[in-house]
């Protein structure tokens, strides 16, 4: 690639950008997101048990086998199920009691639900009277669904006003033209974040979006940061001082990629690794924090790179400009001075 190439290639992927955005404003107007891992549109049924059953020979796969029998017979569809087992904090072994979970559908009536947990109590009961453990529940979350709508908000709100100190730190320290090429990366971001968890249907809770996108824009300004401190070291050596912006720029995006692929890709480690050990509802939450990391990565590498050279072509001419005022009027003052 041409090494003044970067910025022309600009219209290309701002027009992917915002063949996405429409997309996802498109479906978010539609469809919303997908909210389903809220389990707003699910009931479940919950067989708990403890140690004695465990211990009993075969005793898990034959409690397990009869939950099976009574739900199929009572001719209710299992979503999915699952058996979750408890950790303990301090050595992270696993304890008990345990939990076997199916998830139901939602449009199951009460009347329904309460036959098919007496169902599953009957086809349990000689497990239950050794069991002191023992017990078989019945959720209905239909009600119970945007429960961390608030808390999200308040992230999101919490990382927002980082972001904005941080582009008030760049503007102050690397100047006006760092500082807006930032904050138009970071708006870009934002907006693309949410609308690819739109298009692709990401399963997310409430208010959850706008954590990514807040997220996304805090990773954003961050590998800006790392790329303002480079191209202030490059400014400053008088061999590239005087170079066009687009030179400048394009030597500090070969010299910075590095940093900035290995910082993204810590933090993307991260998120897996906290998703492979996070409990299976919070594992919803992190997985998709690859979103919010990977899309800044491209931008800092592709589109604020190719945005910046437009603005930092036109502070150096208005600089120059201002400058060569500056000398006129200062000449203008010295002529009168001597006449």
């Given at each position: 690639m041409n090494k003044r190439s970067i910025n022309k290639l600009l219209p290309v992927w701002l027009a992917i950008s915002a063949v996405f955005i429409i997309a996802g404003i498109i479906l978010m107007c539609l469809l919303d997101f997908n909210y389903s891992a809220e389990n707003g549109n699910k009931s479940t049924v919950e067989v708990e048990y403890g140690v004695i059953t465990l211990n009993t020979e075969n005793g898990a796969e034959q409690i397990e086998d009869a939950c099976d029998k009574a739900i199929k017979a009572a001719g209710v569809s299992v979503l999915n199920k699952t058996r979750q087992e408890q950790v303990d904090s301090s050595s992270f072994d696993k304890t008990v009691p345990v939990k076997i979970v199916y998830e139901i559908g939602a449009d199951l009536s009460a009347e329904k639900l309460a036959s098919l947990k007496d169902a599953v109590v009957n086809a349990t009961a000689s497990f239950a009277e050794n069991d002191s453990d023992f017990a078989v529940t019945v959720h209905n979350y239909e009600i119970q669904t945007r429960v961390y709508g608030e808390s999200y908000w308040r992230g999101a709100l919490a990382i927002g006003v980082a972001?904005?100190?941080?582009?008030?730190?760049?503007?102050?320290?690397?100047?006006?033209?760092?500082?807006?090429?930032?904050?138009?990366?970071?708006?870009?971001?934002?907006?693309?974040?949410?609308?690819?968890?739109?298009?692709?249907?990401?399963?997310?809770?409430?208010?959850?979006?706008?954590?990514?996108?807040?997220?996304?824009?805090?990773?954003?300004?961050?590998?800006?940061?790392?790329?303002?401190?480079?191209?202030?070291?490059?400014?400053?050596?008088?061999?590239?001082?005087?170079?066009?912006?687009?030179?400048?720029?394009?030597?500090?995006?070969?010299?910075?990629?590095?940093?900035?692929?290995?910082?993204?890709?810590?933090?993307?480690?991260?998120?897996?690794?906290?998703?492979?050990?996070?409990?299976?509802?919070?594992r919803l939450f992190f997985f998709p924090l690859i979103v919010p990391v990977a899309l800044p990565l491209y931008s800092s590498l592709v589109v604020g790179p190719a945005i910046h050279v437009h603005v930092k072509t036109a502070f150096d001419k208005w600089k120059e400009s201002h400058g060569k005022n500056k000398s006129k009027k200062k000449t203008v003052k010295a002529v009168e001075t001597e006449s």
């Open positions: 972001v904005f100190v941080a582009l008030v730190y760049i503007g102050v320290r690397f100047g006006v033209g760092c500082a807006l090429t930032g904050l138009t990366v970071c708006a870009h971001d934002a907006v693309l974040t949410a609308a690819l968890f739109a298009v692709f249907r990401i399963p997310v809770y409430f208010y959850a979006p706008l954590v990514y996108a807040a997220l996304a824009a805090l990773v954003s300004v961050i590998l800006w940061l790392l790329q303002c401190m480079k191209l202030k070291e490059t400014v400053k050596n008088p061999e590239f001082a005087t170079n066009p912006a687009d030179e400048i720029i394009n030597k500090v995006r070969r010299e910075n990629w590095l940093l900035t692929v290995c910082f993204a890709g810590a933090l993307a480690v991260v998120a897996i690794v906290a998703g492979a050990l996070a409990t299976p509802l919070s």
